[in-house]
Nanobody, 126 residues
């Protein structure tokens, strides 16, 4: 099993930036892709961005494309989500998750992920 731990959340004003980190431990060799998801109060969890951990390819939701960027540090088993030009609608709890199945492209579907972190809160004020 893997343990995923998010960090880096906080409160910023609109237009600001944050970098979230997701550190993985345990059987990390089983992880085929990593995803970032978010959930605002009263809303369903939605996919934000994902990365194929072998190829390094990425995929972003339209709502964050051009503002959010994924990066990884394989030596640290850590994936980063750089969030720029944050908007109030980005306010949510952010979760990282691991997918153990190889796919043609990484997925933003919640059911495809089997291991989840506990989340980190991001609050963007106007």
């Amino acid at each position: 099993a893997q343990v995923l731990v998010e960090s880096g959340g906080g409160s910023v004003q609109a237009g600001g930036s944050l970098r979230l980190s997701c550190a993985a431990s345990g059987n990390t060799f089983r992880i085929m892709s990593m995803g970032w998801f978010r959930q605002a109060p009263g809303k369903e969890r939605e996919g934000v961005a994902c990365m194929d951990t072998n190829a390094g390819t990425t995929y972003y939701a339209d709502s964050v494309k051009g503002r959010f960027t994924l990066a990884r540090d394989n030596a640290k088993n850590t994936v980063y989500l750089q969030m720029n030009n944050l908007k109030p609608e980005d306010t949510a709890a952010y979760y990282c998750a691991a997918d153990r199945y190889w796919r043609i492209s990484c997925s933003l579907r919640v059911p495809n992920y089997y291991s989840w972190g506990r989340g980190t809160q991001v609050t963007v004020s106007s």
